[in-house]
């Protein structure tokens, strides 16, 4: 059986329905972190860290990924960006730091079409990255 990441580079980018948004319904359970009116944030079912933390825009509207953001985005990109920051200050991880990523398209190895940042942390991180 093909793992997450092996499925990623098999993924084929498409504007369905994620997983993501059966999330967003509560359709399924997460481990919610925060939520309000436009983010919610969540830890990854599959950690890569001791922090790994998921944001995403509760209403998607065309960001299946960065790389289809458009100007009408800025609002929710800038709110994605500030909600890390919190989250990470609420996970006890301003003091060492941490590492945001959003992987785009099949290079990226993006396997969810849904915009995410991952909010990694807990551990030292290496560079690059793989
Ligand atoms: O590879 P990209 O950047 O698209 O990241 C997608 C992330 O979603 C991966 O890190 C997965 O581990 C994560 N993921 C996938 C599922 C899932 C999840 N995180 C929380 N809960 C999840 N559920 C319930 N189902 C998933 N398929």
């Known amino acids: 059986m093909a793992s997450e990441k092996e499925a990623a580079l098999l993924a084929v980018p498409s504007d369905s329905p994620t997983i993501f948004d059966k999330i967003i319904n509560k359709e399924i359970p997460a481990d919610i972190v925060f939520e309000d009116d436009k983010v919610l944030a969540f830890r990854d079912i599959n950690p890569q860290a001791p922090v790994h933390i998921l944001l995403i825009p509760k209403v998607r509207d065309g960001l299946t990924g960065l790389s289809k953001a458009e100007e009408k985005n800025c609002d929710v990109l800038g709110r994605l960006l500030y909600t890390a920051k919190l989250v990470a200050k609420q996970e006890g991880l301003l003091e060492n730091g941490f590492r945001l ?29 793989g």
Do not use: A, K, T
Request: with cysteine; net charge neutral; proline share 10%.
């Open 101 to 129: 990523v959003i992987n785009d398209g099949p290079n990226g190895c993006q396997s969810v079409y849904h915009l995410h940042l991952h909010l990694l942390g807990g551990r030292q991180m290496n560079w690059p990255p």
